[in-house]
């Protein structure tokens, strides 16, 4: 279940890049809808979760953006919408 949160507007950085900007891995990814960043997922190298801790940007969505993706705060610790 998703909760409100008050760290994202509502506005999303369209990704980036096609690709995980750390390791190149093309499934899974995450978008940092603060900057744009394209990061891999937690189950492969975690370089999104990377990314948020080193700039302090809380809220990613999952990639392809479209029906089903999901959005996740880091600060919230919990999918939000
Ligand atoms: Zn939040
Ligand atoms: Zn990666
Ligand atoms: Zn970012």
């Known amino acids: 279940m998703a909760q409100r949160c008050t760290h994202f507007d509502g506005t999303v950085t369209p990704p980036r890049a096609d690709r995980c900007e750390g390791c190149g891995s093309?499934?899974?990814l995450r978008v940092c809808t603060t900057c744009g960043h394209v990061g891999c997922c937690e189950s492969q190298r975690g370089h999104?979760?990377?990314h948020a801790k080193a700039s302090g940007?809380?809220?990613i969505k999952s990639l392809p953006l479209g029906e089903g993706h999901?959005?996740?705060c880091y600060i919230c610790n919990t999918y939000v919408g």
């Open 70 to 72: 999901f959005t996740w």
């Open 57 to 59: 940007h809380p809220v």
């Open 26 to 28: 093309t499934f899974n």
């Open 48 to 50: 999104n979760t990377a």
